[in-house]
């Protein structure tokens, strides 16, 4: 969700979905920083996601650097998280995120707001359909909506379910770090949902899980070793 003190970010409908504890025995005993810091450091080595963004940041100019770039803090409410296009930094709620999982997609979702505030002129705070299209990518994109997301939320089974998780996400994420009615968040996702869902990039396709996340990754790679030897 694009929405610390300047952008995008991660809110409430985080919240929306129960998982089951995923932290060792150790982290029961550490400060809400250390944990945040460990399970990001593990996010960014591990997830097939995020190594595909960091990947794509890196050839794009923008690359990423864990102690610039990533801040743990304590947060109000429910936010898990959020992009601040200010100082180009993700905030990670350490007192929000619950465990491994929880993070990999709270970086997954804030470092889709990264890229596209790297590749284009994104008008964060006062064009609402700017951090709609956004917002539509990276609920689109950074496994928010799988299937396993949604069953967590009691929520699958429609017709078209992909679209309509992506659409009420990006909405709920829009209403949580922007003081506008409900009625102008939803003219703004409808206006831009068909060109914004169907941009994939990087990944090139939707990654469904992590093993698209993986094959996507890996096609990345090879398309731009293919570039560069042309």
């Known amino acids: 969700m694009a929405g610390a003190p300047g952008a995008a970010g991660e809110a409430s409908p985080e919240q929306l979905a ?3 504890p995923q932290q060792g025995f150790l982290s029961r005993f550490l400060a809400d920083d250390q944990k945040c ?3 990001l450091l ?7 996601y995020v190594k595909l963004l960091l990947d794509a940041m890196k050839r794009s ?23 601040d296009a200010s100082v180009s930094q993700i905030v990670l709620c350490q007192n929000n995120i619950r465990n491994q999982a929880h993070m990999n997609r709270v970086v997954t979702h804030e470092l889709i707001h990264t890229f ?23 609920a689109n994109l950074s496994g928010d909506c799988s299937l396993v997301n949604e069953i967590f939320r009691l929520r699958f089974g429609l017709k078209q379910h992909h679209q309509t998780c ?26 831009v949902f068909e060109s914004c869902f169907n941009d994939h990039e990087p990944f090139g396709r939707i990654p469904h899980n992590k093993t698209y996340a993986k094959y996507a990754h890996r096609d990345f790679q090879n398309r731009h070793r293919y570039y560069s030897n042309i």
């Open 61 to 83: 100019g923008c690359a990423v650097n864990r102690e610039r770039h990533f801040s743990c803090e304590d947060c109000n409410g429910n936010v898990s998280g959020g992009f």
């Open 37 to 39: 810091q460990l399970m």
């Open 166 to 191: 992506v659409r009420d996400r990006a909405i709920l994420s829009i209403l949580a770090v922007r003081n506008v009615s409900k009625e102008v968040a939803e003219k703004a996702v409808d206006e």
């Open 18 to 20: 129960p998982e089951q």
């Open 42 to 48: 593990k996010t960014l080595q591990t997830n097939p």
């Open 116 to 138: 596209d505030h790297c590749r284009a002129h994104v008008d964060w705070f006062t064009n609402v359909r700017h951090l709609a299209c956004s917002e539509i990518r990276a």
